[in-house]
Nanobody
């Protein structure tokens, strides 16, 4: 079992930045790839970014590429999502999850409770 707790969400103006954190506990965190996902009201949950257990490989959804950065600190059992140049359309509940680096949403086994990000002027 892996327990995940997200934090760092909030209200930010368009063009602003936020950094989300996901603290993991339970099984060996450093063995897993980690992903960030988001779900806006009335929409399906979608992939945002993923990072391999080593931290050496990352991938991003086209909609966030060049603006968001995923990273991890295995010593702290924490994965981060630095979000820059935020847009209104980035508004969503953001979730972190454990699963295969290139897996589909259904293949991610463990999920956090989510943190709300609202981008509005």
């Amino acid at each position: 079992q892996v327990q995940l707790v997200e934090s760092g969400g909030g209200l930010v103006q368009p063009g602003g930045s936020l950094r989300l954190s996901c603290a993991a506990s339970g099984r060996t965190f450093s063995s897993y790839a980690m992903g960030w996902f988001r779900q806006a009201p009335g929409k399906e949950r979608e992939f945002v970014a993923a990072i391999r257990w080593s931290g050496l490989s990352t991938r991003y959804a086209d909609s966030v590429k060049g603006r968001f950065i995923i990273s991890r600190d295995n010593a702290k059992n924490t994965v981060y999502l630095q979000m820059n140049s935020l847009k209104v359309e980035d508004t969503a509940v953001y979730y972190c999850a454990v699963g295969p680096y290139r897996g589909t949403i259904a293949e991610y086994d463990y999920w956090g409770q989510g943190t709300q990000v609202t981008v509005s002027s």
